[in-house]
């Protein structure tokens, strides 16, 4: 099932599954948003399956959509998990997680974070620089353990994707160059509570393209080559996320065609396949439902002011990113093109621009794709609460996150004392 089979349209209302969303807003207000359980399910499947017998482990990115019972279903599935910090480390392992299936990732671990994941024997570090080792030794010694860890390679590949979005250049923050890690790898004596155990990349994400895959798997590969000549030896390769899905009419590689393409690419090779997948196990597994405030024209521009905002989702304000957007009931009424905005005080807070639609002030619209980085990255900009969150399984609704309330959004705040 593609992400957008499960949001169809029965006698010109919108489902979720077999639940029609116009229900769901009813149930649990506006803004949400709404993720189909199969959509998800069959996402990891795809990928789980397209490995066949490869031994492989797939390390969903908690960034992506890190909501405890979207964890929880992954980990049932058998997933693992690539965390970029402490938060998410504690997300994964509240969710029922697997320790020896996490992976962690980032520039900018601290000794904290590092404590934390040393002491519930996660699977490997993602070091991404000589200095982060260095600390990593320190810590691990302190603790009388040995940390795993595997260097993220920058392979300095053009992902061809949004700059704040590529990583894997070498002008990016991100990584180690080849010959500095092989480097490092020489000098593992000099790390006692280090054991490198893998070699990691990551060139970006919401990639549409394989080649720039195909490129960095085939300098991971002449790097682990290099190793192996002078015995050093890697029990797996990590090849990151990144693949992109459909927002519009991008067409990206199928899960099935770039999962065969890395396996493919690496058969002579033994060791574990590793991928760390965010936005394509999730990205088309969600919707935002939002209301329609006001209707309102202007000489130059017509607006639908909705309930949802920025804060709710962020990605058109801050990629241009675009998002489709659908009426949940379709009506007659003569269609007008529209700017979708949210009521947070800033021009850049839009969730579509010129959208072709048949609306009226009170309507529901579907923002689509908006499974992966969308409530992760909400804020409570504007004193807006964050929103709900519901999750569908066949015709069954499931809030796994309730609305926040303004003492919970100020809970943590106090005037000073005179
Ligand atoms: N592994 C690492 C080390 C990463 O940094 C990321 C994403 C992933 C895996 C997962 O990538 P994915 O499969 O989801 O492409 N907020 C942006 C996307 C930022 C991606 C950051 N890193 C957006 O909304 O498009």
Redesign the pocket.
């Known amino acids: 099932m593609s992400g957008f089979e499960a949001f169809d349209y029965r006698n010109g209302e919108l489902f979720v599954e077999e639940v029609p969303l116009q229900q769901i807003a009813e149930k649990f207000g506006t803004p949400c948003y709404v993720y189909s359980q199969s959509v998800l399910t069959n996402a990891y499947r795809q990928f789980d399956a397209a490995f066949e017998k490869r031994d492989h482990l797939i390390c969903y ?1 908690v ?2 959509n890190s909501n405890i019972s979207i964890l929880n279903l992954l980990a049932q599935l058998g997933s693992g998990f ?1 965390i970029v910090s402490g938060g998410e480390l504690q997300r994964v392992i509240k969710a029922g997680g697997d320790a020896q299936k996490i992976i962690f ?1 980032g520039v900018g671990k601290n000794a904290n974070e590092m404590r934390m994941a040393l002491n519930l024997n996660i699977l490997c570090f993602n070091v991404e620089s000589e200095i982060e080792l260095m600390t990593l030794n320190h810590v691990a010694k302190s603790m009388g353990k040995v940390a795993p860890v595997s260097l993220r390679v920058n392979p300095d590949v053009d992902a061809k994707t949004h700059p704040y ?1 590529s ?1 894997g250049l070498k002008e990016n923050k991100f990584g180690i160059a080849t010959d500095e890690a092989i480097r490092i790898y020489q000098s593992a004596q000099l790390y006692p509570h280090i054991r490198f155990t893998g070699i990691d990349c ?1 060139i970006g ?2 990639l549409t393209l394989l080649e720039p895959f195909i490129e960095a798997t085939e300098k991971m590969l002449q790097l682990l080559q290099s190793l192996k000549n002078q015995n050093i030896n890697i029990e797996h390769l990590d090849l ?4 992109g899905i459909r927002y519009s009419d991008e067409k990206p590689p199928s899960i099935e065609e770039y999962v065969t393409t890395l396996c493919t690419l690496t058969q002579n090779m033994k060791q574990r396949l590793v991928i ?5 196990l999730v990205g088309n597994s969600g919707i935002l439902l939002t209301r329609i405030e006001y209707l309102k024209q202007t000489a130059a521009r017509n607006f639908a002011i909705v309930d949802a905002a920025m804060n709710d989702l962020i ?1 058109p304000s801050l ?1 241009d ?1 675009y998002h489709d957007i659908l009426p949940v009931k379709k009506n007659a009424v003569a269609a007008k093109n529209y700017e979708i905005v949210g009521p947070v005080c800033e021009t850049g807070d839009f969730l579509g621009r010129d959208r072709k639609l048949s609306i009226i002030n009170g309507d529901l619209l579907a923002i689509m794709s908006t499974g ?2 969308g409530m992760s ?1 909400s804020s409570n900009y504007n004193t807006r609460s964050r929103a709900a969150e519901i999750l569908v399984s066949g015709d069954q609704m499931h809030l796994i996150r309730q609305r926040e309330t303004f003492d919970q959004m100020i809970a943590g705040e106090q005037i000073i004392a005179d």
């Open positions: 990115a960034k992506a690539d990732s979005i990583t990551h994400s919401q990151g996320g990144g693949l760390e997948p965010g936005r394509s990605r990629y990113a992966a980085y990255m």
